[in-house]
């Protein structure tokens, strides 16, 4: 009767913690080639707000949206928090190329972006 050896407590928690580093660090990368090719600006007003600058996912994290230069997009803290995540605008597209802005109430086309800002 040979006892099995025990797992060694906290494995899991280690690798997922640094599995969760390596993801954050991908992410940086990809901010930082957004605020290159953004410039730190507002990709819907063009308003330049420095470090103060939101990335949105145009395809939100909740529904799969992977956080690439081709998904994540510079926005003023208004243009996403009130424009975008309280509904009365809507951004498509992809952020390298071909952006869509659209406005929700009235169901037109705002403004169209080919490539950079
Ligand atoms: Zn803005």
Redo the contacts with the bound molecule.
């Keep these: 009767m040979s006892a099995s050896p025990k797992p060694v407590k906290g494995t899991a928690q280690r690798e997922r913690a640094a599995r969760k580093r390596a993801q954050a660090k991908a992410d940086r990368l990809v901010y930082t080639a957004v605020d290159a090719r953004d410039k730190h600006r ?1 990709r ?2 063009l ?1 330049y707000r420095g470090l103060e600058i939101h990335r949105h996912h145009i395809v939100y994290r909740s529904a799969g949206g992977q956080t690439t230069t081709q998904n994540v997009i510079s ?2 803290a ?2 996403h928090l009130v424009g975008v995540h309280q509904g009365r605008i809507k951004i498509s597209g992809n952020a390298d190329e071909r952006v869509v802005i659209r406005c929700r109430a009235t169901d037109t086309t705002w403004a169209i972006w080919e490539g950079q800002a």
């Design positions: 507002c819907v007003c308003e926005l003023c208004n243009c």
